[in-house]
């Protein structure tokens, strides 16, 4: 049995994991730790400790991290300061590499957003953007439904996620040094990360598996799920 560990994005909490999980191979303990409600970190690092607290806590000595988005950049962290932890990693719609400018320029306007307005607000403008206008034209009321669940996510919690993205380091250079498999899950209608740019991550794996989605923007877990989870199965089978 394995342990795998699934982190959340950003403008998300963990209740988007056990639904696709049921999809997995129950063989192995799945894990899904929770940082929405977090409101006192304020790098990636921080958050990467946090994790490893949460690991102890739970006895959890090896791991395979799988990390969407926000919650891939607090994995591959992770994964550079304790990796004698990590038997694999994850990285599904998310990258290793440090905000670009215009980036950079985009999180300050999300906490100038986010200072003079609520989190429903932001969470409503926000979340929707995560999937295709086919799946928002098809499932207009679950959008709505997760809209809700996740303007419960504390405003003082998303900014701090929001500065801790800003500021994060690029693992570009560190990547070649991983010697445990990692899978990238990209979709090429994706607008929060560029799937080109991603593809010049992977050749720089010593063990890359990557699953390429036409017709999929950000959320895969729910845009299509059975393709992602036969995918991460024979991953983790492989471990």
């Known amino acids: 049995m394995k342990n795998i560990v699934f982190l959340h994005g950003f403008g998300e909490n963990a209740s988007i994991w056990p639904e696709f999980t049921k999809l997995l191979d129950s063989k192995n303990h799945y ?9 006192d970190c304020f790098s990636i690092p921080e958050y990467a400790d946090w994790l490893k607290n949460y690991l102890d806590k739970k006895k959890i000595n090896e791991a395979v991290i799988i990390g969407h988005s926000m919650g891939g950049y607090i994995a591959i962290e992770f994964c550079h300061k304790y990796p004698e932890k990590v038997l694999g990693l994850g990285l599904f719609h ?9 980036k950079k320029e985009n999180r300050d306007k999300t906490i100038q957003f986010l200072i003079k307005h609520d989190t429903n607000l932001f969470i409503k403008h926000f979340y929707p953007n995560m999937f295709t206008e086919e799946f928002k034209a098809n499932n207009n009321e679950f959008i709505q439904k997760n809209i809700e669940e996740f303007s419960k ?10 500065l801790a993205m800003k500021s994060r380091q690029s693992h570009l250079e560190g990547l070649p040094d991983f010697e445990f498999p990692i899978f990238q899950i ?9 799937y080109k740019d991603a593809l010049e991550q992977t050749v720089k794996m010593q063990k890359p598996n990557l699953l390429l989605l036409d017709n999929i923007c950000h959320a895969g877990m729910f845009e299509s799920p059975q393709i992602c989870a036969q995918f991460i199965n024979s991953f983790l089978t492989s471990i």
């Not at 998310?94 to 215009?102: G, Q």
């Not at 504390?154 to 996620?161: C, I, Y």
Request: charged share 20%; hydrophobic share 40%.
């Open 31 to 39: 894990c899904f730790p929770d940082f929405s409600q977090k409101k």
């Open 94 to 102: 998310s990258s290793v590499a440090a905000d670009s400018e215009e």
């Open 153 to 162: 996510i504390p405003n003082e919690a998303l900014l701090a996620a929001t």
């Open 186 to 194: 990209l979709g090429q209608q994706d607008t929060f990360v560029n």
